[in-house]
T-cell receptor, first 112, second 112 residues
């Protein structure tokens, strides 16, 4: 069966510091991968998606970037965090033949 | 106008009640429809998905899609305190990217 991992689970970072969040998927190959952010009381905002290694599409211009160095690894990064980057970051995957997305446990980021 | 509208609630019901959660959408290009359940501080969990108008039943849960009215619903029968969570509708247009548009979520509390 497929599983998706995210780490760290919780992160507190000062403004201006760098960020690296990691997501890995097990039990499938060539998944579509997605990064979402969920602010308190708001829905899921799609940040980036990837349909293959090295292929990244950005949905919203912002202070963040994404990379996919391996088939089942998706990384969300920032060089300098802003207060507005605080939120719950979720990684999701889907296979190419179905449309349902499956989410990881999330990373709660607080920028102070 | 947002592509997907969802009543944010909160919705509070007694245990055993029938719960109706709803979303409306504006774009007839949406072809597939999902409901996710999200417990506090956890990633969303896929509950139901359907690709056509009509009803789909799974245990105490029924998903209903009315494409002509651009209206989708999730019914929960015999609601339990363990159903207390935020429920998110998600809609997709199809295509290789499998992107979903999410509602803002409805917070449900089932009182014992």
């Amino acid at each position: 069966s497929q599983t998706i991992h995210q780490w760290p689970a919780t992160l507190v970072q000062p403004v201006g510091s760098p960020l690296s969040l990691e997501c890995t998927v097990e039990g499938t190959s060539n998944p579509n991968l997605y990064w979402y952010r969920q602010a308190a009381g708001r829905g899921l905002q799609l940040l980036f998606y990837s349909v293959g290694i090295g292929q990244i599409s950005s949905e919203v211009p912002q202070n963040l970037s994404a990379s996919r160095p391996q088939d089942r690894q998706f990384i969300l990064s920032s060089k300098k965090l802003l207060l507005s980057d605080s939120g719950f970051y979720l990684c999701a995957w889907t296979s190419g033949s179905v449309y349902e997305q499956y989410f990881g446990p999330g990373t709660r980021l607080t920028v102070t | 106008q947002k592509e997907v509208e969802q009543d944010p609630g909160p919705l509070s019901v007694p245990e055993g009640a029938i719960v109706s959660l709803n979303c409306t959408y504006s774009n007839s290009a949406f072809q597939y429809f999902m409901w996710y359940r999200q417990y506090s501080r956890k990633g969303p969990e896929l509950l139901m998905y359907t690709y056509s108008s009509g009803n789909k039943e799974d245990g105490r849960f029924t998903a209903q899609v009315d494409k002509s009215s651009k209206y989708i619903s999730l019914f929960i029968r015999d609601s339990q305190p363990s159903d207390s969570a935020t429920y998110l509708c998600a809609l997709g247009r199809g295509g290789a990217t499998n992107k979903l548009i999410f509602g803002t979520g409805t917070l449900l509390a089932v009182q014992p």
